[in-house]
């Protein structure tokens, strides 16, 4: 007979082996060629793509743009999610799961479809922006440019936080709510002294993959701005199928970059602010 612990590894190693297929052919091999591809240069090994890129102001201006976009975007998204999230949970259970609902919906309600409605609402002849002009409100406002992404990536990365945040508000019980009010402490005080602290490594985590979130986006940048916006994927999109300025192997070396810088708060996340959350608990 087999016994009970080798059978289950073995019946767990035969579940998973799809899915270890799936990430092997779709997103390990693809990644080699890539990082392959990014060292060629005129048909030569070497590192003259990357050489281009750190020592070119207009690739790196292209980081910067996308950095400060993510950054900006990731701290909207956590700073309207948790007020919104600490009213859900005293609510019931049904109202938290249909919003919660909602949020995966609409966090997912990205790319071309998700530009198309900003432009319908705020384009140029967009309802809210003829609307706003007549009451003199934001006269001459033009989504299509960097305040537009910001605007855009907002709304995804506000109903991504709520659905990161919501389950992490589970490790503040009503038990310690009671305990804090019953010492004297004012709402205020509980969650500057409790509340915050307590969160801590989950808004960080949240921060961090709503930052990766707001990088790894191309569909919704292109779609509303085109190639006007010096952001790192655009850039890697215009590489990769323009007419005039192609060049695959740069293209390559970009994302191997935007990979890396993807990679890092992720890493950081599971490797330093994880484990230490584990020992706190």
Known sequence: MIPVAKGTRLLAWLFTA?????????????????ATNSLFSADLLSLANYSEILTSAFYLGSFKVSYLISAATALVGLVAALPICVVLRRMPGRIQQLITICANIGANFTGFP??????????????????????????????YGTTGLV???????????????????????????EAAFLMGASRWSFWRRIGLPILAP??????????????????????????????????????????????????????????????????????????????DA
């Open 151 to 177: 605007i855009v990536y907002s709304y995804f990365q506000i109903l991504f936080a709520i659905l990161l945040l919501l389950p992490g508000l589970g490790a503040i019980t009503p038990d310690i709510e």
């Open 18 to 34: 799809p899915f270890l297929l799936v990430v092997l052919f779709f997103e390990v091999i693809p990644l080699l060629a890539v």
């Open 202 to 279: 989950s808004l960080i985590s949240a921060y961090l993959l709503l930052f990766a979130n707001a990088m790894g986006t191309y569909a919704t940048a292109w779609a509303l701005v085109g190639g006007s916006a010096n952001v790192v994927t655009i850039r890697i999109g215009e590489l990769t199928a323009g007419d005039v300025f192609s060049d695959p192997n740069l293209a390559d070396a970009l994302a191997i970059l935007l990979v890396v810088s993807l990679i890092v708060p992720i890493l950081a996340d599971q490797f330093l602010i994880k484990p230490r959350q584990n020992t």
């Open 114 to 143: 998700l530009a198309f409605a900003f432009v319908i609402l705020l384009g140029i002849s967009g309802s809210f922006t003829l609307l706003f002009a007549r009451l003199g409100i934001l006269d001459g406002f033009n989504i």
